[in-house]
């Protein structure tokens, strides 16, 4: 799942949720068009995906960058066992989490590396 900023007419976050096919190919499942990036927004968006695929939807695996507001939004969408569901694993984007080591244990010189943080 990610998101990306500025490519509607709203230019609100637009976040694209990806599935693998029996090929191993990617391939877009879902769109969530919010006018922010609230948790709760995202998590509202998930869970009615989630009704349209009448609760067949068992995710086991997410991988997002390193935005909060994502990791919390799948946690409320995605109970686990809670729900009597599969727990699931949040994974973290690679470039996103080698962006986030450099800014946080090299120093000064890898603050801003692209302008995203």
Not at 30 to 38: C, D, F, G, R
Not at 58 to 85: C, H, M, P, W
Request: hydrophobic share 35%.
């Amino acid at each position: 799942m990610d998101s990306t900023h500025k490519t509607n007419v709203l230019k609100w976050p637009l976040y694209s949720l990806m599935v693998r096919d029996e090929q191993a190919n990617w391939c877009p499942a879902a769109h969530v068009l919010t006018s922010n990036e609230s948790s709760e927004i995202l998590a509202a968006g998930l869970r009615r995906i989630k009704q349209l695929c009448h609760n067949s939807w068992n995710l086991r695996y997410i991988l997002t960058d390193d935005s909060a507001a994502e990791q919390r939004a799948v946690k409320l969408a995605f109970r686990g066992l809670i729900d009597g569901e599969t727990e699931v694993s949040h994974l973290l984007c690679r470039v996103h989490s080698e962006r986030t080591l450099d800014r946080n244990l090299k120093g000064k010189e890898y603050e801003v590396r692209d302008g995203n943080g």
